[in-house]
């Protein structure tokens, strides 16, 4: 099992992105799926939820900029970033809760590997 993220890059103060996150790999269900961000020399830290039931939520600095939606067909998490500033400049990660088989009674957590978002000013 695998993710893989995709869409950082260089945008200006005030620009767009969209992230996106895609699972591959044999698996029976996928619960929530989320993004993180980390600065170098700083904690990760958590961005967005979208669980299995399409409850979202967002950290406060990020609340009404960016939007975390969900393709179940393809597997794949995206975050849309508007208003972007110079502090979301980070590698945002995403991260699913993978049921593997129907048969295990817990989740397995995965980890994209990351993609970088340089704002400037």
């Known amino acids: 099992v695998q993710l893989q993220a995709s869409g950082g890059g260089l945008v200006q103060a005030g620009g767009s992105l969209r992230l996106s996150c895609t699972v591959s790999?044999?698996?029976?269900?996928?619960?929530?799926m989320e993004w993180y961000r980390q600065v170098p020399g700083k904690q990760r830290e958590w961005v967005a939820t979208?669980?299995?039931?399409?409850?979202?939520n967002y950290q406060d600095s990020v609340q009404g900029r960016f939007t975390i939606s969900r393709d179940n067909f393809k597997k794949t998490v995206y975050l849309q970033m508007n208003n972007l500033k110079p502090e979301d400049t980070a590698v945002y990660y995403c991260?699913?809760?993978?049921?593997?088989?129907?048969?295990?009674?817990?989740?397995?957590?995965?980890w994209g590997q990351g993609t970088l978002v340089t704002v400037s000013s």
């Open positions: 979208y669980d299995r039931r399409g409850g979202t």
């Open positions: 991260r699913a809760q993978i049921l593997l088989s129907s048969e295990l009674p817990y989740n397995s957590d995965y």
């Open positions: 790999g044999t698996i029976f269900d996928i619960n929530d």
